[in-house]
C-alpha cells in the first residue's frame, strides 16, 4: 500500500496494532449519539500516547486555572482601572504635569494588568463585546482612531456620560483611546484647563474599562450558576462545555489563542519583512511606549497560567518532558526581553535591535507549535484538521 | 447534460453516477488505472476533496464512497472546496483562505493542468463552481485592503483568463452556489473582516454583519441581500447548499459568548427575511454553536448539516426543518450527496456512508472540511 493510498478496513494488517487501536478508537467515536458515553471513555483508553487523566484530574486543572489565573488576573484589571479612574478624577479637578504624569504612569499599569489576562476570550469577556470594548485591535483601517479624535476635536459631550459612551462604537471606549487621549497629538493640553473636555472624555472611558472589569470579574465570582460552574461541571446538554475535555480544551486554548495572536498581530504586521519593510507604528501602545510592557505582561500572563493550571500534569509519563521543554521557551521569552530596551518603535527599525525579537518569534512559534501540536494532542484535545475557525 | 435541472440539483457540480457516464464519465472511466477502475466501478459516485496527505503535504484527492482512492494530487498549500465541470471533465480546487492559488486538474489522473493566481490585493476565500455550460468559471474572492468580498469571473475557454468580478455585497465572502435556474448566484458572506497582513485572525467581531445575497450571475446585479435579525449577527454564515424547493439552506458559526445558544440553521429565499430552524436543546448542544458543512440530498428532500468542533452530523427534513438522524463523528466534516444518502469525511481520515451500518473507512491522511460529488 502506497503511502497515498486510502487505508480500508480490509487494509489494516493485523500485525499493526497501532493502527489497529486508531480504528477501533474511530469505530467508537461513530455509534449513534445516545450510545455516546461508554465508547467514549473506551477511545481515549485504547490510544497510549493520549492521556489516561480522569475528569476530576482534568476539571482540577480548569478548577487551577479560574482559581489561579482567571480570577486573580480579572481582581488586578478591577484594582488597576480604579487606579486609572481616580488618577484621571485628579487629572480632570487639577490640570497639571504631575497629575497627567500620575494618570499615565496608571495607565500603563492598567495595560499590564489587561495584558495578563486579555488571552481569555471565553465567559463573561464576550459578553456584551466587553473583551472588545477594553482593548480593539488592530484598528486596521483606523476607523476607530478617527472616531476618537472626532470626539476630541467636535467636543462630544456625550463621550463624557459613562452610558452613552458604552453605546458608542467600541473603538472609542477603551485603552485604544484612552491611550489616545493621554498620548495622542494634543495632550499636552491636559496639563492646563485647555485640555479640560479631553480630560473628562478620558475620565469616562477608564470609569468604562472599571465597569467593564468589574462585570467580568463578577461573572467569574459566581460559583454557582456562572461560568465556573459550567466549566467545572460540564453537562451534556450545555453547548459549549459537555466534558471535562470541553472544558479543559477551552484553559488550553488560551495560549494557543495567545501565542497566534502575539505572532499574528502584535510582532509580525509591525516587524514586516525587515527593517526597511517595518511598521512601528503598527505596534499596540506605540504612543504611549508601552508595546513592550504589554508584550511582556503577555508572556507573563501566560507563564503564569502554565504554572498556576498545572495543565503539564496530565501528561503521559512518557512525555512530561514536555513541561521542562516549554518552561525553557518561557524562560528564552524572559531572557530575551530583559535585552531589550523600549521603546520598540525604534527596535523594529533597527538592523541590530531586531535580532531580539526576531528570536522572539521563533520562541513563540515554538511554544504555539509545543502547545497546538503537542500538549493538545496529548491531552486528546486535538481539534483536528477540520474544527479549525471559520472555513 | 440538464445539470442544473430542479430535480438533480443539490449543489454545484453534483450530479449521479448514471448522469456523469453519460457526460465526461466515459472518457473519466476509460483513463483510470485498472485498480481505481475497478474502484470506480464499485462506486455509486466519486468525490473530490483537499486533504493532508501522509507525507505531509498538502493535496487533493479524488475518492470513492468506499475510501478508495482515484487520484490525487500535491497542491502547493492548503486547499479548500473542490468544483467541477462534467462538460470538459476538469476539477477546480481552491486555495483555502487567505491563500492565492487555485488549480485546475484533471481528476482521473490527477494531473494539474492549470495554476490560476488571483489577482494582486485578492486571495480566493475558498470555493466556486462552473456556469451550466461550462464556459465560466466563478470565484469567491476577498478585495482585502478594502475588505470587500466578490465573486470574480473566469472564462474556461480563454485559459481561465479573469474577465471580471462582482461585489459580493458584503464581507468574508465564504461559499457561492449557482440557483437552479442556473441565472442567479447564492453567496454566504460570513461577514468577518480578515486581512493577509494578520494571518487568519478575526477583526471586527463587534459589528460583523453576515448576509445571504443574490446576484444575477451575468450582469452580477443585486438581486436580494437577507440579514441575519441583529442580535444573532455574529453567527457568521459561510456555507450553503439548496434544497428541492429552492430554499438555500445555511449553517451558521457562532463568534459571541459561548453561554449563548443562538440558532444555528436556517434557510433563505430571495425576497422574503431568512427563515431560522428550531432544534431541541440537546440537538443544538451537539452543534457547539459551529456548522462547517451543508450539504443538500440528490432529491433536496434532506440538508445535512456537520459540526467538526461538535463531532456531530445530523439530517434535517428540508419540508419541516425537523431533525430525523444524529450521528457522532469526531471531527466530522465533509458532506456531499450520496445515492440517496450522504457521505461524510472527517480530518481524522474517515469516510463514512451515513444511514448504512457499513463499518467507515478510515483513510491514511485528513480530510479538510468539504467534499464535492464529482
Not at chain 1, 518552561?327 to 520598540?344: D, G, R, W, Y
Not at chain 2, 470555493?127 to 469567491?140: E, I, N, Q, V
Not at chain 2, 442556473?182 to 494578520?198: F, W
Not at chain 2, 425576497?271 to 450539504?295: C, D, H, K, M, Q
Request: glycine share 10%; aromatic share 8%; proline share 5%.
Amino acid at each position: 500500500m502506497s503511502r497515498t493510498s486510502f487505508a480500508t478496513r480490509a487494509a489494516y494488517p493485523a500485525h499493526l496494532p497501532g493502527r489497529r487501536a486508531i480504528f477501533g478508537a474511530f469505530l467508537a467515536g461513530l455509534l449513534l449519539l445516545p450510545a455516546l458515553t461508554g465508547p467514549a471513555a473506551a477511545q481515549e483508553a485504547s490510544q497510549p500516547d493520549v492521556t489516561s487523566a480522569t475528569r476530576e484530574q482534568k476539571l482540577d486543572v480548569v478548577w487551577n486555572a479560574i482559581d489561579g489565573y482567571i480570577r486573580p488576573g480579572y481582581a488586578n484589571v478591577v484594582d488597576a482601572a480604579e487606579e486609572a479612574s481616580g488618577a484621571m478624577d485628579d487629572l480632570c479637578r487639577l490640570p497639571a504635569g504631575e497629575n497627567l504624569e500620575d494618570a499615565r504612569e496608571a495607565f500603563g499599569q492598567l495595560v499590564n494588568a489587561w495584558s495578563h489576562v486579555e488571552f481569555v476570550q471565553f465567559g463573561p469577556v464576550m459578553e456584551d463585546n466587553r473583551g472588545s470594548r477594553i482593548l480593539f485591535f488592530p484598528d486596521r483601517r483606523g476607523i476607530g482612531l478617527k472616531q476618537v479624535q472626532a470626539i476630541i476635536s467636535g467636543k462630544d459631550e456625550s463621550a463624557t456620560l459613562p452610558k452613552d459612551l458604552a453605546a458608542k462604537s467600541v473603538a472609542v471606549q477603551g485603552l485604544g483611546a484612552l491611550e489616545y487621549v493621554l498620548y495622542g497629538k494634543g495632550a499636552d493640553s491636559l496639563k492646563t484647563k485647555d485640555g479640560n473636555f479631553r480630560c473628562r472624555y478620558g475620565q469616562a472611558i477608564a470609569g468604562n474599562v472599571l465597569s467593564l472589569a468589574t462585570a467580568i470579574q463578577n461573572g467569574w465570582a459566581k460559583d454557582i450558576g456562572g461560568i465556573a460552574e459550567r466549566m467545572t461541571d460540564p453537562k451534556a446538554t450545555d453547548p459549549a462545555y459537555r466534558s471535562a475535555d470541553d472544558s479543559l480544551k477551552e484553559i488550553v486554548g488560551i495560549f494557543i489563542t495567545g501565542f497566534e495572536a502575539i505572532r499574528d498581530l502584535r510582532l509580525k504586521p509591525a516587524m514586516g519583512e525587515s527593517e526597511k519593510s517595518a511598521k512601528p507604528k503598527l505596534l499596540l501602545f506605540y504612543r504611549a511606549n508601552l508595546a513592550l510592557v504589554a508584550l511582556r505582561a503577555d508572556f507573563n500572563g501566560l507563564k503564569d497560567l502554565f504554572t498556576a493550571s498545572n495543565v503539564a500534569s496530565l501528561l503521559p509519563e512518557a512525555h512530561a518532558y514536555l513541561k521542562d521543554s516549554i518552561q525553557f521557551e518561557f524562560e528564552n521569552a524572559e531572557l530575551t526581553f530583559q535585552k531589550i530596551s523600549p521603546p520598540l518603535t525604534k527596535v523594529v527599525t533597527s538592523t541590530e535591535d531586531r535580532q531580539s525579537l526576531t528570536y522572539l518569534q521563533i520562541v513563540v512559534d515554538s511554544l504555539q507549535t509545543q502547545f497546538a501540536n503537542q500538549l493538545s494532542p496529548l491531552l486528546g484535545l486535538s481539534s483536528g484538521f477540520s474544527a479549525l475557525d471559520g472555513d | 447534460m440538464r445539470l442544473f435541472d430542479k430535480n438533480t440539483m443539490v449543489k454545484s457540480g453534483a450530479i449521479d453516477r448514471r448522469s456523469f457516464m453519460l457526460g465526461a464519465g466515459a472518457a473519466f472511466a476509460a483513463g483510470l488505472s485498472p485498480r481505481a477502475a475497478a474502484a470506480f466501478d464499485r462506486a455509486d459516485a466519486l468525490f473530490g476533496a483537499s486533504c493532508l496527505r501522509p507525507d505531509g503535504r498538502f493535496g487533493c484527492a479524488v475518492f470513492t464512497d468506499r475510501g478508495e482512492l482515484v487520484s490525487s494530487l500535491a497542491l502547493p498549500d492548503r486547499g479548500h472546496d473542490v468544483a467541477f465541470d462534467p462538460r470538459s471533465g476538469r476539477a477546480v480546487v481552491f486555495a483555502r483562505r487567505p491563500r492565492t492559488f487555485a488549480i485546475v486538474f484533471d481528476p482521473v489522473s490527477g494531473e494539474t493542468i492549470r495554476t490560476l493566481t488571483s489577482p494582486e490585493g485578492r486571495h480566493y476565500f475558498g470555493h466556486g463552481f462552473f456556469s451550466p455550460d461550462g464556459r465560466l468559471m466563478y470565484a469567491t474572492e476577498h478585495d482585502f485592503d478594502a475588505a470587500r468580498g466578490l465573486v470574480a469571473v473566469y472564462d474556461v475557454e480563454a485559459g481561465y483568463t479573469r474577465i471580471g468580478e462582482f461585489d459580493a455585497h458584503g464581507m468574508d465572502t465564504h461559499e457561492a452556489l449557482l440557483m437552479p435556474d442556473g441565472e442567479t448566484i447564492v453567496i454566504a458572506n460570513g461577514g468577518i473582516e480578515t486581512h493577509p497582513d494578520y494571518g487568519r485572525q478575526m477583526l471586527n467581531i463587534p459589528t460583523m454583519e453576515p448576509s445571504i445575497v443574490f446576484l444575477d450571475r451575468k450582469t452580477g446585479d443585486l438581486i436580494d441581500k437577507q440579514l441575519l435579525p441583529k442580535a444573532l449577527h455574529k453567527l457568521s454564515l459561510h456555507h450553503i447548499a439548496i434544497d428541492a424547493q429552492n430554499r438555500v439552506w445555511f449553517g451558521g458559526q457562532y463568534q459571541g459568548a459561548a453561554s449563548d445558544t443562538p440558532p444555528l440553521v436556517g434557510y433563505a429565499r430571495a425576497g422574503e427575511p431568512l427563515t431560522l430552524s428550531e432544534f431541541r436543546p440537546a440537538e443544538l448542544a451537539s452543534l457547539s454553536n459551529y456548522i462547517g458543512s451543508v450539504a443538500a440530498s440528490r432529491d433536496g428532500e434532506r440538508i445535512a448539516v456537520s459540526s467538526p468542533v461538535g463531532g456531530t452530523l445530523m439530517i434535517i427534513e428540508a419540508k419541516t426543518g425537523n431533525v430525523l438522524k444524529r450521528f457522532a463523528l469526531k471531527d466530522g466534516c465533509g458532506l456531499a450527496p450520496d445515492g440517496p444518502d450522504f457521505l461524510a469525511t472527517s480530518g481524522k481520515g474517515a469516510v463514512l456512508r451515513l444511514e448504512e451500518d457499513d463499518a467507515p473507512t478510515l483513510a491514511d491522511l485528513e480530510w479538510d472540511n468539504h467534499i464535492l460529488a464529482l
